[in-house]
């Protein structure tokens, strides 16, 4: 057979096999489109019920309803590139793996999901262990089309040679949204995504070593793997910032989940809205563990007694009350050992009883015999609770308080965060200070938090409310009932409608919601496991918010402590885990860089060393065709330095998409600048991309994003902006995929070491 021959039949048996994987996907698409509109066509009946029934019957027909909701938005998020590869065993049997698995009317397997055991192979096979697979097959799909596929025939092929596949996905045009990465797990991700789900689990690996991924992915394969001991808690992701939130959200859906909660340390809180807090000397003291300390004691300087004997009018009797019975009130109260809401009706019980003791002998002295008087007066005690002196006396000492109020006063009130932080320098107290009711920040967050489990919550408050609320439905069901006996009587109908039952029918109807729902609004939900991607930037009070939310201490930890943005940053995982975790974690590592050229890994990783920070060493996957630049300019030439460079970057990357990384106070001169040179092309992160190719960043919005090109101006302002850490530097470095350029106007000496030899 010649060699024109030989072509001949590769390409024709291509061609053969390129029109079989068509047809299959074809099919399978045709499974999905019927499973789709099944679900549509029950989610229709159910809806048409409408609120016929019982309340049970309603709750039942809510469920039905998500269910059938929730299972329409996995079919519709699985849409695109269903299917991405097929394995074919020793044994000439072959299985396609795709986004969610598939299967016919008789329960044959169509296609398997990437989360299924049978799957494992697809991504852990070598030629060193095939496992019983003769041949990987990649298959490239555009929407629904399958355009082309690539074969790893594992008894021919090198172990450590990465896939055309692969190196594809990893130099292919940034688009601004996280993609993922189910096609080209390698065998160390996949080992992580799959390890099992008890104790905590720390991934450690450098910039661009796939990290979010293997966290994200790990988040759909626990929900696959562990779903009926999941289904009840939920899966909480934690990211640094919303700008790295919504680079991500779409990603766990193409994965065939819906229903992990997904937030940032800062949006925790139900009910608080927070703004970027840039005073990052204030969000450093505020992460310390002193804080415990201090908030306990603002709590604390809440419950007091007063400086004299006073007297409290009740019904027209005047009681006295000295220091020492407040002060008893108060002894006996925080012996309860309750929270600061619930230790108040101690207090108040005691008070009462002290008052009710005072004024019972005044009502009823003794008789002349010396017998007590047994006539019954309880109602005293409520005279004495609607007392407006008793109340306002009692509140003076112990007043009930709400988490954000705290927080609010200890950080307004100088004499107020004195008195509760006498460990605080001076220096401290007025960094941590600032205006009454300045919008809460990310790092106030777990102060709140932290407020709240001191606090508890307004539970009689709460209660008298729904009381009220119940009673006046009565009353005006009452109202209503009355008119219509009255209609009733004249025809001669007896009426069998209770006022109760009438008030019972005007209360808010209960819907069914989802557990991520009903997680996200509840403070005190507690989730069966919990994943942390980026935690090097966590401070001890955000550790301690999220590990009260997993009393069994399930987590997936994923980060790079040498991408710190704090200067003082923990060196090791131990120190950082140990007050939580103890000695209970384990570390796997992952080795290879698969975003950033060597090139440019050889840079940052120099810059980083020189700070002495401790640097995991990922071999690049590639080296890169761009070595990074250095481009010195002057204080007045600067800005159009700059637009020089960029527009530069952008012939050179065409369709590319170009991060432009500065301080924040540069931020908004260097945006009129871009956004008046490239009029609608600058993207700030806030909803989606479109069509825009500049990013303009902070090193802290970058933190866990990546761009085609990254332009960072003015270096030594990125380190001296986080009080002398090269963290945020070394991120912002590590963010490119192709192109690295940094603009300066420093002097030699005045750069930071590792970048002046470029």
Not at 516 to 528: E, N, S
Request: glycine letters at 6%.
């Amino acid at each position: 057979m010649t060699d024109q021959q030989g072509s001949t039949d590769t390409t024709s048996w291509y061609e053969q096999e390129l029109a079989i994987e068509r047809r299959y996907v074809a099919k399978l698409y045709e499974r999905l489109d019927g499973l789709r509109d099944e679900k549509q066509e029950q989610l229709k009946r159910i809806q048409a019920q409408g609120l016929q029934g019982s309340f049970q019957n309603q709750s039942e027909r809510d469920s039905f309803a998500s269910l059938y909701q929730d299972r329409i938005n996995q079919l519709n998020a699985v849409d695109d590139r269903l299917v991405f590869g097929r394995l074919d065993t020793e044994q000439e049997s072959h299985r396609h793996i795709g986004r969610i698995g598939l299967s016919d009317d008789e329960r044959t397997r169509l296609l398997v999901d990437w989360r299924a055991p049978e799957a494992a192979p697809f991504y852990q096979a070598t030629a060193a262990n095939a496992q019983g697979v003769a041949r990987r097959r990649h298959i490239m799909m555009t929407g629904r089309e399958v355009e082309s596929f690539e074969d790893d025939v594992l008894n021919s092929s090198h172990p450590g040679e990465a896939s055309q596949t692969l190196l594809s996905a990893v130099s292919a045009p940034r688009t601004g949204v996280m993609g993922d990465i189910v096609a080209t797990i390698q065998r160390e991700q996949d080992e992580i995504i799959r390890d099992e789900m008890r104790g905590v689990l720390v991934v450690q690996g450098g910039p661009g070593t796939g990290k979010t991924a293997v966290a994200l992915h790990r988040a759909a394969y626990l929900l696959y793997t562990h779903r009926e001991r999941l289904a009840k808690n939920g899966v909480l992701l934690v990211g640094p910032s919303e700008a790295f939130m919504n680079y991500i959200d779409q990603v766990l859906p193409s994965l065939g989940e819906t229903g992990v909660v997904m937030s940032s340390v800062g949006n925790l809180y139900p009910g608080i809205e927070v703004v970027p807090g840039h005073d990052r000397s204030a969000a450093e003291i505020k992460g310390r563990a002193l804080m415990t300390e201090v908030l306990a004691n603002a709590v604390s300087l809440r419950q007091r007694s007063i400086p004299e004997t006073t007297w409290v009018h009740v019904d027209g009797i005047d009681l006295r009350v000295r220091p020492v019975q407040i002060r008893r009130a108060i002894g006996h109260a925080r012996k309860s050992e309750r929270p600061h809401n619930q230790a108040r009706e101690v207090f108040v019980d005691h008070m009462v009883r002290t008052l009710y003791d005072q004024l019972r002998d005044i009502v009823s002295p003794k008789r002349e015999d010396g017998l007590v008087n047994k006539a019954d007066r309880t109602y005293l005690h409520q005279e004495i609770r609607q007392s407006r002196d008793v109340r306002r006396l009692l509140n003076m000492c112990w007043k009930p308080l709400t988490p954000t109020g705290v927080v609010n006063d200890l950080l307004s009130q100088p004499k107020y965060l004195v008195d509760a932080a006498p460990m605080l320098s001076t220096s401290e107290i007025l960094t941590l200070l600032r205006e009454d009711g300045t919008p809460f920040t990310d790092a106030d967050v777990p102060l709140i938090d932290e407020a709240a489990e001191l606090l508890g919550e307004l539970v009689a408050d709460t209660a008298e409310a729904e009381q009220s609320l119940n009673q006046r439905n009565v009353d005006t069901a009452e109202a209503a009932l009355d008119n219509m006996y009255n209609a009733l009587e004249d025809i001669g109908v007896d009426g069998i409608v209770t006022a109760e039952m009438l008030a019972a029918a005007q209360e808010p109807e209960t819907t069914w919601a989802s557990v991520a729902d009903r997680a996200k609004a509840d403070r005190t939900w507690t989730y069966g496991h919990i994943i942390v991607d980026e935690a090097q930037e966590l401070t001890y009070m955000q550790w301690r918010m999220l590990f009260r939310r997993s009393p069994l201490r399930s987590f997936t930890i994923v980060g790079d402590l040498a991408q710190a943005s704090w200067a003082d940053a923990s060196a090791d995982w131990t120190t950082v885990l140990e007050p939580f975790a103890g000695q209970n974690w384990r570390l796997s590592e992952l080795t290879v860089n698969y975003r950033t050229p060597e090139r440019i890994t050889d840079v940052a990783t120099r810059v980083a060393t020189h700070a002495g920070r401790p640097v995991t060493r990922p071999k690049a996957l590639r080296l890169g065709d761009f070595d990074p630049e250095l481009i010195r300019t002057t204080d007045e030439d600067v800005g159009d330095t700059l637009l020089h460079v960029v527009q530069s970057q952008l012939e050179r990357h065409h369709g590319g998409l170009v991060g432009i990384i500065v301080t924040a106070d540069q931020y908004v001169d260097v945006y009129r600048q871009l956004e008046s040179a490239y009029p609608g092309r600058v993207w700030t992160g806030a909803g989606r991309r479109r069509q825009r190719d500049l990013a303009l960043v902070t090193p802290q919005q970058a933190k866990g994003l990546e761009y085609d090109v990254v332009i960072i101006s003015e270096p030594q302002h990125v380190v001296a902006s986080a009080n002398g850490s090269v963290g945020d530097l070394y991120v912002a470095m590590t963010r490119a995929t192709q192109s690295l350029a940094i603009i300066t106007t420093a002097r030699d000496e005045d750069l930071p070491a590792g970048l002046r030899d470029i």
